[in-house]
């Protein structure tokens, strides 16, 4: 990952591998570094001057140095709302169909970059998180699927190759993984969903390794398109199912009335 430095350029040199590295998302948030002797020696500088580096880095708020634990990367994406916007959206569900609404489109638009840009290793690590899904689906490891779902759609943004969209992406993914917007486990819990989504992913993953952008876009959006209507599906058979719940419970606390069977005669 690091490499030697002109000893002419020493510490503006490491500061600028490092700060390269983390804005094309080489380095992600914790992240830890190499210890400094390890560092120092991949980028064949001393540990003065590296150690010049790393303080301006840490300066500029990019890494910490955590005592007894080494340095790492900061948080670098962060909370995208405030826990008042966060709670404001519990209570408004509106705001979901704006959520995907805005997933359509940078969705699209990453598989869209991806598919004519995406390099041989973009395309193995796309075949190779789309194995771990099959994986997934086959033993029914919800929290697998879950996982692999996040690190799929990271992938495709990074195998875009624009920086402002990957770090926009992995915001936009953080709420997903904290579920901010809804709860996978609705989701899985519909009937066709598993299956669909696994589908799904593979021919995301297809169509960029085929270097096809039209298509790409379009499963993207197909894909966004299937997840708001499974979720509205699973929320609409949640809600019928409590009711009849409360309905059996009810019948089943009342005392059975016998049937009248006078007839009125006229």
């Known amino acids: ?8 350029n020493t510490a ?10 983390i804005l094309k998302g080489v380095l992600t948030s914790g992240d830890r570094l190499p210890s400094e002797r390890d560092l120092a020696e991949q980028l ?3 540990r003065p001057v590296l150690r010049d580096a790393l303080k301006t880095l ?6 910490e140095a955590r005592r007894g634990g080494g340095t790492f990367v900061c948080d670098l994406i962060g909370p995208v709302f405030s ?18 609404e805005f997933r359509r489109g940078i969705e699209a638009q990453a598989a869209e970059q991806a598919a004519r840009r995406a390099a041989p290793s973009d395309v193995a690590r796309l075949d ?3 194995e771990r899904m099959q994986v997934a689906h086959e033993t029914v490891n919800l929290s697998a699927e879950s996982r692999l779902d996040v690190d799929f759609h990271n992938a495709v943004g990074e195998a875009a190759h624009n920086v402002v969209l990957l770090h926009t992406l992995r915001s936009c993914y953080r709420l997903l993984e904290n579920g901010v917007f809804y709860n996978r ?8 969903a598993r299956v669909e989504l696994l589908r799904q992913h593979k021919a995301i993953a297809d169509a960029i390794r085929d270097g096809d952008p039209a298509r790409a876009r379009s499963v993207s959006q197909d894909h966004i398109d299937y997840v708001r209507g499974a979720l509205a599906e699973a929320e609409d058979m949640q809600q019928r199912e409590q009711l009849a719940g409360l309905r059996r419970t009810k019948s089943l606390k009342q005392p059975s009335r016998g049937r009248d069977t006078r007839r009125t005669t006229q």
Request: glycine share 4%; aromatic share 8%; hydrophobic share 40%.
């Open 1 to 8: 990952m690091f490499q030697p430095v002109e000893h002419q």
């Open 12 to 21: 503006s040199t490491v500061i600028e591998q490092i700060e390269d590295l």
């Open 44 to 46: 064949k500088v001393s």
């Open 58 to 63: 840490e300066e500029r708020q990019l890494i």
């Open 83 to 100: 826990e008042a916007v966060i709670d404001l959206i519990a209570r408004h569900p509106k705001a979901i169909d704006d959520y995907f």
């Open 128 to 130: 190779a998180i789309v």
């Open 185 to 192: 486990g609705q989701l899985y819990g519909h009937p066709t």
